[in-house]
């Protein structure tokens, strides 16, 4: 007898990484063109982000919009 299930042996164990290449966003500053790396559930959000982050130039709280890799 295995000690796996016929089905669980046959199959392929993936772990989904939560920061895998196709949630990755990049956020970026028009000003000063610094960038922010975050992630996005891109089923649900349909839309482009913008998040208020911190800018080491500017040293304030700035809007970093969502742009291409």
Request: no cysteine; aromatic share 12%; net charge positive.
């Amino acid at each position: 007898m295995p000690l796996l299930s016929e089905r669980a042996y046959y199959e392929p164990y993936f772990v989904k990484n939560p920061m895998s290449q196709d949630q990755l966003i990049l956020l970026r500053n028009k000003e000063t063109k610094e960038v922010y790396w975050t992630r996005k559930n891109k089923k649900l959000v349909t839309r482009k982000i913008e998040l208020k982050k911190y800018s080491k130039k500017l040293r304030k709280h700035v809007a970093f919009k969502e742009s291409k890799k």
